[in-house]
Nanobody, 125 residues
């Protein structure tokens, strides 16, 4: 059973940084697409960043230049480094994963199959 467990959330001040981690387990895949999403109260969930098993990344315009996504393949762990945080970055952040039968491009809007429970990030002004 595929599992995704987020950690590293919490509170930060405007301009501060946080690093989210997502430990994945329970699968063996030729290729995959991993991503981070976020949702604020009253808003739809939005994609933040994605990364493919080939290492190529995509970052949403709203966070480009401030957030970066990375991975540690051996540990099956995804990371989201968040710098220069703004109050509007406060949200529930979700890790997600799509397992691919063969290697193909992991776009920013690739449909995910598995989701973590989410972790809260708050940014004070």
């Amino acid at each position: 059973q595929v599992q995704l467990v987020e950690s590293g959330g919490g509170s930060a001040e405007t301009g501060g940084s946080l690093r989210l981690s997502c430990k994945t387990s329970g699968y063996t895949a030729i290729a995959y697409c991993g991503g981070w999403f976020r949702q604020s109260p009253g808003k739809e969930r939005e994609v933040v960043a994605t990364i493919g098993s080939d290492g190529r990344t995509n970052v949403a315009n709203s966070v480009k230049g401030r957030f970066s996504i990375s991975q540690e393949n051996a540990e099956k762990t995804l990371y989201l480094q968040m710098n220069s945080l703004k109050p509007e970055d406060g949200a529930m952040y979700y890790c997600a994963l799509a397992l691919m039968p063969h290697a193909k491009y992991c776009s920013l809007y690739y449909e995910m199959d598995h989701w973590g429970k989410g972790i809260l990030v708050t940014v004070s002004s």
